[in-house]
């Protein structure tokens, strides 16, 4: 295309904003769908494993995939920052500012990286597994795994900082190669480390996350040798890696809001697998198994979310607020509608899909907890699109403190308290977790277990979604400084 008369600079030629989307999403759609089939493969191992406490197994794998989820929600603690601080950079066409923003977000990813391995095998993960009420063997498994995934998580958090880069600088197709390249290796080694390679040890349930870490770290060699080479104008030189203070108050300024955010959705989480962790195992299994389906629709409102954030934060590096405003609409439009089409996948093949999970006859009792809730949450999508979008787009203007308000008040005071009515019958709301305790008094609810658990996950995304909406459209966003 030739260069059009016009004030703008090059980059702001006008392609069409639906455009701009889709060349930023398609290949964080692909990265998020691969995340996916490895997510579904390893919950489909554990389902499959020959072991008499295969439903055991499932609801410590639902206690893991919290504990992977916090996992991922720490990193934003350095991926906000980088993506923002990149992307304002490369709009204004500071490339120097660019590439040294990206030498400290590795290292501070390191420093995060590190700093979470200690806690975990400092007693961290074994708390928070009796924080979610598993006990047991169930426990046992659940903490296992999860301190293989903390023991290289540096690598982890080192792979998603350059990839976070990346994407601020407008690549979001390394990464997707790199989740291609994560996938490929991930898949085999579970399945291996799980069930022998050949006559080797065998592994079980931990076998799993060893894939899982492992793979990680061939991730994280292929995105430091790609920038070691030069990619969109980032590359690394060693004598960068020193400290920048300014640079890493800066990601920090806008990451520890984020991160913060990010951490309190991960309370409110634990909390949540904590009310459900007291069904039994069978329920607890039915969430897990549901929620690894919902994230089919989740990873697809982030990969629209993805290119919000980039194009967000470019444009108003770039001193075009309306562009940005513009972008942020638009990946809401079509991450909405995609979103939304899962959620007739999830409604009309529900007990198709959990049936993959449970072929066994004992595990029937899963699915007839499993199939409603899932159904049911076939409704929540197009104000999970708003909540995932529009935090995005916000996280890439640098506006982070305000959305944890939502945060707040979506978990702790729509969800947490609408599931204890819900789920139980006459109850007090009263307990204690890990030595502290609460006695909120008597109240009288329903008795609707797990469906009652989902239905109030459910109001509060509606919530969070509507509040997420008001924010981008009042606009303040853009006056955020970076």
Same mark, same amino acid.
């Given at each position: 295309?030739?260069?059009?008369? +016009? ?33 579904l493969?390893d919950?489909?191992?554990? =389902? ?106 540096v690598?982890? +958090? ?11 600088? =407008?690549?979001?197709?390394? !990464? ?10 991930n ?42 080479? =030069?990619?969109?104008?980032l590359?690394?030189?060693w ?22 955010d990010?951490?309190s959705?991960?309370? %409110? ?10 069904f ?24 629209? %979310?993805?290119?919000?954030? +980039?194009?967000? %934060? ?81 996280? =890439? ?12 008040? !979506? ?52 919530v ?19």
């Amino acid at each position: 295309m030739d260069p059009q008369a +016009t004030d703008e600079p090059a980059s702001a030629l006008p392609i069409p904003t639906w455009q701009l989307v889709l060349s930023l999403a398609w290949p964080a759609l692909a990265q998020q769908g691969l995340s996916f089939i490895v997510l579904l493969s390893d919950r489909w191992l554990a =389902g499959h494993l020959d072991s008499p406490e295969a439903t055991r197994i499932q609801a410590a794998q639902t206690t893991a995939h919290y504990l992977a989820w916090f996992i991922t929600c720490y990193n934003v603690l350095v991926t906000v920052g980088s993506t923002a601080l990149v992307a304002r950079a490369v709009g204004a066409e500071d490339h120097q500012l660019a590439v040294e923003a990206t030498h400290q977000s590795l290292l501070l990813a390191v420093i995060l990286g590190l700093a979470a391995t200690a806690w975990a095998f400092l007693g961290g993960v074994r708390w928070m597994v009796h924080v979610l009420n598993l006990e047991g063997r169930a426990a046992d498994y659940a903490a296992d795994y999860a301190l293989i995934l903390f023991g290289l998580l540096v690598f982890q +958090t080192i792979e998603v900082a350059g990839i976070a880069c990346l994407v601020g600088a =407008g690549d979001t197709r390394t !990464g997707l190669w790199v989740m291609v390249g994560v996938a490929i290796v991930n898949v085999p080694l579970a399945w291996g480390f799980s069930g022998g390679f050949g006559d080797g040890v065998h592994l079980g349930f931990i076998g799993i996350a060893l894939g899982t870490a492992v793979s990680h770290v061939l991730g994280a060699i292929v995105v430091i040798v790609t920038l070691v080479r =030069g990619r969109f104008g980032l590359s690394l030189a060693w004598g960068l890696f020193v400290p920048r203070f300014d640079l890493l108050y800066r990601l920090l300024w806008i990451s520890v809001p984020a991160g913060f955010d990010s951490l309190s959705v991960v309370a %409110g989480q634990f909390w949540f697998l904590s009310i459900v962790n007291q069904f039994g195992d069978e329920e607890s299994s039915a969430h897990g198994i549901a929620l690894v389906w919902e994230a089919l629709g989740y990873l697809s409102g982030a990969a629209f %979310g993805t290119a919000a954030m +980039t194009l967000v %934060g470019q444009n108003l590096g770039a001193k075009r607020p309306e562009h940005a405003e513009r972008a942020g609409w638009m990946a809401f439009a079509l991450g909405c509608g995609v979103m939304t089409l899962m959620g007739a996948i999830f409604f009309t093949f529900a007990p198709e899909m959990f049936r993959l999970f449970c072929p066994k006859p004992e595990q029937a009792a899963i699915i007839d907890a499993g199939v409603d809730v899932l159904r049911l949450i076939a409704f929540a999508m197009p104000p999970l699109a708003a909540t995932i979008v529009f935090t995005n787009a916000l996280r =890439g203007a640098g506006d982070t403190r305000v959305p944890v308000l939502f945060t707040w008040i !979506g978990f702790f005071v729509v969800r947490i308290p609408l599931a204890y009515y819900l789920a139980f019958g006459d109850i007090t709301l009263a307990g204690s977790i890990a030595g502290w305790s609460w006695d909120f008094g008597g109240i009288s609810g329903f008795d609707y277990r797990l469906y009652g658990c989902w239905l109030a996950m459910s109001a509060d995304i509606l919530v969070r979604g509507i509040f997420f909406l008001v924010r981008f459209l009042l606009g303040d966003w853009k006056e955020t400084s970076v």
